[in-house]
């Protein structure tokens, strides 16, 4: 299909993210619903807050800074304007994925990035992370996020320390949404039209199994599932969704890229 009219599409991202591939769609003839499913949120716990505060002050003792997400840079940016007029020298900074490297660009860093794949593995292929022993790595993500990024930096005799700058929730009207967004949807699937849930992450994607399941909206998984990579598309698997599309990473061209060449 050379556009995206009969789709009927769920965009899960928080809303201030979604907007712009929203619009996108819609102009490619696509209906759209945005059902946010994970909200981000500054950490507010007292000894979370002063952990961040820690590792910014010591800014200046890492020889690297891996930024993994859009939100990683935004959160720790901000803080690092608030400590440091101007940066230390001589650290170098990466990020996973194109669109996390542009979100640290506009502060004027200079980046490198792994583009394609968007993940912890691909950043970890790059030439500049072989060679790391007895370097200081600063992590900059949010609470809990996936270990195997640190774990293979320290085995290749790296110091590795964590910046968790954000925390990521279930939005509290999640469920009403659901249950207010399904009758909508199966009327637009008895309609004709071909309903397809994007999320763009792995705990995106359990938050909206766990939403699903506890609306005995568990029909839903019989739509298309539109989903960044085979890592979360193994989880989709897992969790019952039966028809999955993988894009290539979680950017707004692949993803619709993954509609207009997988539909």
Request: net charge negative.
């Amino acid at each position: 299909m050379n556009n995206l009219q009969g789709l009927a599409i769920v965009i899960t991202r928080p809303r201030a993210q979604a907007l712009k591939w929203q619009k996108g769609l819609q102009a490619m003839g696509a209906s759209t619903y945005l059902l946010p499913i994970l909200e981000i949120a500054p950490v507010s716990d007292s000894a979370a807050v002063e952990a961040v505060k820690t590792r910014i002050l010591a800014l200046a003792d890492y020889d690297k800074i891996i930024f993994v997400s859009q939100n990683a840079v935004q959160h720790a940016m901000d803080w690092i304007d608030r400590y440091w007029p101007q940066l230390p020298v001589g650290i170098r900074y990466f990020a996973v994925g194109g669109a996390t490297a542009a979100a640290a660009r506009e502060w004027g860093l200079e980046i490198t990035a792994a583009d394609e794949a968007m993940n912890s593995e691909a950043l970890l292929a790059l030439s500049e992370l072989q060679a790391v022993e007895n370097e200081k790595i600063l992590i900059c993500r949010g609470l809990g996020g996936r270990t195997h990024l640190g774990e293979q930096l320290f085995q290749r005799g790296a110091q590795v320390d964590y910046c968790e700058l954000y925390e990521r929730r279930l939005p509290a009207s999640a469920e009403a949404d659901v249950a207010r967004l399904a009758p909508e949807l199966i009327r637009n699937r008895e309609a004709g039209s071909r309903i397809v849930i994007a999320v763009h992450s792995g705990e995106s994607l359990q938050n909206l199994s766990r939403v699903l399941k506890r609306n005995g909206n568990a029909e839903l998984k019989s739509a298309v599932l539109l989903v960044p990579g085979a890592r979360v598309a193994e989880l989709a698997s897992s969790l019952g969704f039966r028809h999955i599309l993988v894009a290539e990473n979680a950017t707004d061209e692949a993803m619709t890229r993954a509609l207009l060449e997988g539909l």
